[in-house]
């Protein structure tokens, strides 16, 4: 019993720590000097990286923290028989990577919104849900040209496509409260998206 609680203790740890690696800060940092979170929205995800480098590197960073937001999430999966029955070492460990993305130890708890990282947690739950998550973010964010639309939609219906899937009690719980998350990190974009000065995707 102590040992699995450790393997869930050890398991958050490494899955948040692997979240908080900043990997739009330290490419923008890299390329530019520049920080980026004194760049536009502040965040340090792909739609502000953009802002810096362009489109190539949107979806370098984006393809870059959904792996994150998938390794820790498949290798709690493989290796970690704490609660294996019931999902809860691969959810543990996407929650501590979605957090660890948006307030990483590294930059004094500030980060990205999580979406990326978010989709990547997905994909290693059940890569079916979230292939579907990830084209719906495409098209609603196509159609509106804006970012924040299409990931607030695509995560807010997870919990429903997990259930459809037959997923695990566990995995779906985990969708509905990463949509809230997502949606409370995204407070500042929906005032914006209200008052009509969202910036659009160009």
């Known amino acids: 019993m102590i040992y699995k609680i450790f393997e869930l203790i050890l398991t958050v740890v490494v899955a948040y720590i692997i979240g908080s690696i900043p990997t739009g800060y330290i490419i923008v940092k890299a390329k530019t000097g520049k920080d980026i979170r004194t760049v536009g929205s502040g965040s340090t995800g792909a739609t502000n990286v953009k802002r810096v480098l362009g489109k190539k590197y949107f979806f370098i960073v984006m ?3 959904a792996l994150k937001g998938a390794l820790p999430v498949l290798l709690a999966e493989h290796f970690i028989t704490a609660g294996s029955s019931l ?7 996407a929650v501590a990577v979605i957090i660890g993305h948006s307030k990483s130890i590294f930059l004094h708890f500030k980060g990205g919104k999580s979406v990326a990282s978010g989709v990547g947690t997905i994909l290693a739950l059940n890569f079916i849900a979230g292939l579907i998550i990830a ?6 964010t196509y159609v509106t040209k804006y970012v924040s639309v299409g990931s607030i939609i695509a ?33 500042e974009n929906i005032i914006r998206l209200i008052n009509g000065n969202e910036n659009k995707v160009r």
């Open 87 to 93: 999902g809860l070492a691969p959810v543990a460990a």
């Open 135 to 140: 084209v719906v973010w495409g098209i609603i």
């Open 155 to 187: 995560l807010a219906i997870s919990p429903f496509i997990m259930y459809y899937l037959n997923a695990p009690l566990a995995y779906i719980a985990y969708c509905a409260l990463g949509a809230l998350y997502i949606v409370y990190l995204h407070r």
């Open 63 to 65: 393809l870059l923290d």
